[in-house]
């Protein structure tokens, strides 16, 4: 019968401690681009979005009366995130096997301790990777579709209702596509500062060869004193130091590269960011990672309760055959502030 003695107890104590040391390198790209993170208790999330008028003021008449101004209160929604939810049971054969970095004759409970806090890292990283897919589906489709085993869709359709002009078709010149891309994020009302180009690498490949691009760099390495392109083993990087004057723009905007790959179900590697895609936004954008509440029953008092967090890690076992099962789980819904200040493009 599941329960929880001291042994188990202690396990989950060592589990905690090395949980909280580890941090893939790929959870940066969440803090750069999605860097507000808020927990739930609950299992639905409630999201209002408020967008500041562009409008400007009117003059009136001498002793005229004042004009109005219609206050739009804006749109509210409430999001009910699928769960992300994996479990490695330590079987017998599996807590007899060597654990990676132990000696084979080590402590068997430290083996135990050992490759748990290992399962708990694969399942961190697992999940990020699932999260991080989640945050360039909207900001290239202006949705999200969960999906489960084999592609299965798993509950509906996240729809932010971006404009459908916010997606620039495929442009041979990476140039003026990004010009293209710049003008639709201002014509929605992006603001200048802090704006960003996140690229794939077949178009930061097709820049490097662009005519147009090279003269830009010349131009700014006029005012600027110098002209060069580094590069950086940073999950996202950076391409130019100090910006880009873009072309024929009054703006200057951040070029990030974003070469990142996850493993499917086939074990094929893809891509996270379309090689050939560019998404324009801003830092100063909001965007917020929510994470709803995950239920959870005691397997010592059967109690049940809703938990907050963004990964939650709970464990268990069963008899005959004996196994130690370790399963983590996480509800991430990813949410824009506004999605039409998020533009994509393509390059052929």
Same mark, same amino acid.
């Given at each position: 019968?599941?329960?929880?003695?001291?042994?188990?107890?202690?396990?989950?104590?060592?589990?905690?401690?090395?949980?909280?040391?580890?941090?893939?390198?790929?959870?940066?790209?969440?803090?750069? @681009?999605?860097?507000?993170?808020?927990?739930?208790?609950? &299992?639905?999330?409630?999201?209002?979005?408020?967008?500041?008028?562009?409008?400007?003021?009117?003059?009136?008449?001498?002793?005229?009366?004042?004009?109005?101004?219609?206050?739009?209160?804006?749109?509210?929604?409430?999001?009910?995130?699928?769960?992300?939810?994996?479990?490695?049971?330590?079987?017998?054969?599996?807590?007899?096997?060597?654990?990676?970095?132990?000696?084979?004759?080590?402590?068997?409970?430290?083996?135990?301790?050992?490759?748990?806090?290992?399962?708990?890292?694969?399942?961190?990283?697992?999940?990020?990777?699932?999260?991080?897919?989640?945050?360039?589906?909207?900001?290239?489709?202006?949705?999200?579709?969960?999906?489960?085993?084999?592609?299965?869709?798993?509950?509906?359709?996240?729809?932010?209702?971006?404009?459908?002009?916010?997606?620039?078709?495929?442009? &041979?010149?990476?140039?003026?596509?990004?010009?293209?891309?710049?003008?639709?994020?201002?014509?929605?009302?992006?603001?200048?500062?802090?704006?960003?180009?996140?690229?794939?690498?077949?178009?930061?490949?097709?820049?490097?060869?662009?005519?147009?691009?090279?003269?830009?760099?010349?131009?700014?390495?006029?005012?600027?004193?110098?002209?060069?392109?580094?590069?950086?083993?940073?999950?996202?990087?950076? =391409?130019?130091?100090?910006?880009?004057?873009?072309?024929?723009?009054?703006?200057?905007?951040?070029?990030?590269?974003?070469?990142?790959?996850?493993?499917?179900?086939?074990?094929? @590697?893809?891509?996270?960011?379309?090689?050939?895609?560019?998404?324009?936004?801003?830092?100063?954008?909001?965007?917020?990672?929510?994470?709803?509440?995950? @239920?959870?029953?005691?397997?010592?008092?059967?109690? &049940?309760?809703?938990?907050?967090?963004?990964?939650?890690?709970?464990?268990?076992?069963?008899?005959?055959?004996? &196994?130690?099962? @370790?399963?983590?789980?996480?509800?991430?819904?990813?949410?824009?502030?506004? =999605?039409?200040?998020?533009?994509?493009?393509?390059?052929?």
């Amino acid at each position: 019968m599941p329960g929880i003695n001291e042994n188990t107890l202690t396990l989950t104590r060592a589990l905690k401690l090395v949980f909280q040391e580890s941090s893939p390198p790929l959870r940066d790209f969440l803090r750069l @681009f999605w860097p507000t993170v808020r927990t739930y208790d609950t &299992a639905e999330i409630p999201a209002d979005t408020v967008v500041s008028s562009k409008k400007i003021a009117r003059y009136r008449e001498v002793n005229a009366g004042s004009n109005i101004f219609a206050y739009i209160p804006g749109k509210g929604a409430v999001y009910d995130p699928a769960n992300l939810d994996e479990s490695t049971p330590i079987t017998e054969k599996l807590a007899r096997a060597v654990t990676a970095g132990l000696e084979s004759n080590g402590p068997a409970h430290q083996q135990i301790v050992e490759k748990a806090a290992q399962i708990q890292r694969n399942h961190d990283a697992i999940i990020l990777s699932a999260i991080v897919k989640q945050g360039i589906d909207i900001m290239v489709n202006g949705t999200f579709q969960p999906k489960g085993k084999n592609g299965v869709n798993i509950g509906s359709l996240f729809d932010y209702d971006r404009d459908l002009d916010n997606t620039i078709p495929a442009n &041979a010149d990476p140039v003026a596509a990004l010009q293209l891309a710049w003008d639709q994020y201002k014509k929605k009302g992006g603001a200048s500062n802090n704006a960003f180009a996140l690229m794939g690498p077949m178009v930061l490949s097709a820049l490097e060869q662009s005519a147009a691009f090279k003269e830009a760099l010349k131009l700014q390495g006029l005012n600027a004193g110098y002209s060069r392109l580094v590069g950086d083993n940073r999950v996202v990087a950076d =391409i130019i130091p100090g910006g880009f004057k873009l072309p024929g723009r009054a703006a200057r905007i951040t070029l990030l590269s974003f070469d990142e790959s996850y493993e499917d179900e086939s074990g094929e @590697f893809i891509p996270f960011m379309p090689p050939k895609g560019i998404i324009i936004s801003s830092f100063n954008a909001p965007r917020v990672q929510a994470y709803g509440g995950i @239920f959870l029953v005691n397997n010592f008092t059967g109690s &049940a309760k809703m938990v907050r967090g963004e990964l939650v890690s709970d464990s268990f076992w069963t008899k005959n055959p004996d &196994a130690y099962i @370790f399963r983590s789980q996480s509800r991430p819904v990813l949410v824009p502030g506004e =999605i039409d200040h998020i533009v994509y493009a393509s390059i052929t």
